[in-house]
């Protein structure tokens, strides 16, 4: 197979790297500058936030996109970085598309949101695309997509539907345009791979059925982690990692190789909720992992923890909260006028960008 091309992107004549670079105390974009701080899935000297959860540390507060995706909000889920002060995210509302959004260097939006097609997929290919994660191996660079892989009821109720599933891996190409491939039969192969799972597969996601909204990149396991909302493992989060033996090769699941389930440690005092959103950040040699309610209806916070990737699931609380009605399904570090930062993307329509000052 052709060699792809990496899509680090210049800039000004400048190459941009290090998109992964940062560290632990935030600067909030038009807010206060607060630090990360760590406690143990327990409890800490707390205040009231927004949303009701308790925390020492500052709120995240989300900035509106200020446009719509036709009717709806945009349903911004998982976010990627693309190239210095531009990101992509997907919309699982929308099937056929990426969505770039542009940063000014002091953290502002930057023009309208960009719709970015995806080649070479079939209509109506994918729906409810909702994790996405970058990934390198040997100075390639891949994108990669994946849908909730969950079940609906029909419209009149009465019955249950699988709608079209996968994983992509997208490429991006020398003019920027972007290549989609899904893989064929992938939600059959990761059911049938994953005895973890195999119970929820046929039910819907508010009955603790299969729902997949995080995606990470593990480059020590050379593996995709799916990261599950429902189901659960004995009320914590549920992580199942798929190896996948090359990224340029053949995309099928003969690529693939399904790994031991781990099950992420919340604590005792924190109830049962699920993964939003996962990704890797090398500068800490961790993950950052999102946690929230696992279905409709709950009011369990979301919350921010740290995972070091351990097989034991061991995870770290960090002390800040999200404010309002932020969803924050989507975070990702990159760089924002050249210096490292991190950023949320809200599945209510909006983003919330931090710039790190220093090591914890």
């Known amino acids: 197979m052709k060699s792809r091309k990496s ?207 995080g995606l990470a990149w593990d480059h020590d396991r050379h593996a995709l982690l799916f990261g599950a909302r429902t189901p659960l493992s004995t009320n914590n989060p549920l992580v199942i990692p798929v190896r996948v033996k090359d990224l340029d090769g053949p995309w099928t699941t003969a690529n693939l190789k399904m790994l031991p389930p781990i099950t992420l440690s919340l604590g005792a005092t924190e109830g049962a909720r699920g993964i939003r959103s996962i990704e890797y950040v090398a500068s800490r040699h961790a993950f950052l992992v999102v946690i929230g309610k696992t279905i409709s209806g709950e009011k369990s916070p979301y919350a921010l923890y740290e995972w070091k990737g351990g097989r034991r699931g061991k995870m770290r609380r960090l002390d800040v909260s999200f404010a309002g009605k932020m969803k924050p399904e989507g975070v990702t570090s990159g760089t924002v006028g050249g210096k490292p930062a991190l950023l949320f993307v809200d599945d209510g329509g909006g983003y919330a960008l931090s710039n790190p000052l220093s090591k914890p």
Not at 159 to 186: H, Q
Request: hydrophobic residues 40%; negative net charge; aromatic residues 8%.
């Open 7 to 213: 899509f680090e992107t210049n800039l000004d004549g400048r190459v941009r790297r290090h998109i992964f670079l940062w560290s632990v105390t935030l600067t909030l974009a038009g807010a206060a500058t607060f630090a990360f701080g760590y406690r143990q899935g327990g409890t800490a000297p707390q205040t009231q936030s927004q949303t009701g959860a308790q925390s020492n540390g500052q709120i995240i507060t989300p900035i509106p996109f200020g446009e719509m995706n036709g009717d709806d909000v945009f349903n911004a889920s998982g976010v990627v970085p693309l190239a210095d002060s531009r990101f992509l995210f997907c919309d699982n509302n929308s099937n056929d598309a990426l969505f770039e959004l542009d940063l000014t260097a002091d953290g502002q939006k930057k023009g309208p949101l960009i719709r970015r097609p995806l080649k070479g997929l079939a209509p109506n290919a994918i729906d409810d695309m909702e994790a996405m994660t970058l990934a390198e191996d040997n100075g390639r660079r891949f994108i990669f997509v994946a849908s909730s892989l969950c079940v609906k009821k029909t419209k009149d109720g009465q019955s249950l539907r699988v709608p079209p599933s996968g994983l992509l891996r997208v490429t991006v190409n020398s003019d920027e345009s972007l290549s989609a491939e899904n893989m064929p039969g992938f939600r059959e192969w990761f059911i049938q791979q994953s005895p973890a799972i195999a119970a929820s597969a046929n039910l819907i996601p508010d009955e603790g059925g299969l729902n997949i909204e």
